[in-house]
Each structure stands twice: as C-alpha cells, then as structure tokens.
C-alpha cells in the first residue's frame, strides 16, 4: 500500500516555474515507478512524466519535453516535477501515482494522490 500527497502547487505568470513534490508513504515507495498526470477543466486526465525506480529513465508528454523534469530522492520517499517555462494551457489538477509498471498509461497506475492545483495566467 502506498499513501501519495502532492504539494507545491499554485498560481504564477506565464514563463514562471514551480516544483510539484509528492510524497510518499510506506516502504515499498522504492520498488514503484512514478508518474505525474495532469487533468484540466472538462477534459481527460493526461499523461505529463514519468520515472523509473532507480531515477535514471524517464519519459516525458511531448507538450511538457524540454520545460519539465521529473526526479526522485528514495531516501526521502518523494518525486519531484519542477516545471519551467509554464504557459497558460499548463493550468490543470496534477496528479502523482505509483505502478508496478514503468508506464505512460494512467491505467496501469494503481495508487493515486488527491491532486494538485496548478493555474498559469497570461
């Protein structure tokens, strides 16, 4: 069992950044590839980033490549999204979660945390 909370997020101006934590309980926090996913007003829940369980493979949603970058500290039971040059259509709920898989697919995630707002103004 896993226990996720997201933190970090909030309102800044286009082209500002922020850094999304998620953290984590229980012990088995290192066995489990992590991903961000993002879902805004009225649309489907996305895929963002994701990472392995040793942190040195990642992917990443074509529209976030090159702005953001995911990492984890496993002693500290926590990933990180840090997030660079925002624009406007960034603005969403992002989600951390945590699957056996190291996988784009939100269904293959199986614990999820409770989200994250993140608003980007013009």
Do not use: H
């Not at 879902?39 to 996305?46: F, I, L, M, Y």
């Amino acid at each position: 069992q896993v226990q996720l909370v997201e933190s970090g997020g909030g309102l800044v101006q286009a082209g500002g950044s922020l850094r999304l934590s998620c953290a984590a309980s229980g012990r088995t926090f290192i066995t489990y590839p992590m991903g961000w996913f993002r879902q805004a007003p009225g649309k489907e829940r996305k895929f963002v980033a994701a990472i392995n369980t040793n942190g040195d493979g990642t992917r990443y949603a074509d529209s976030v490549k090159g702005r953001f970058t995911i990492s984890r500290d496993n002693a500290k039971n926590t990933v990180y999204l840090q997030m660079n040059t925002l624009k406007p259509e960034d603005t969403a709920v992002y989600y951390c979660a945590a699957s056996p898989q190291f996988s784009i697919l939100s269904f293959t995630y199986n614990y999820w945390g409770q989200g994250t707002q993140v608003t980007v103004s013009s």
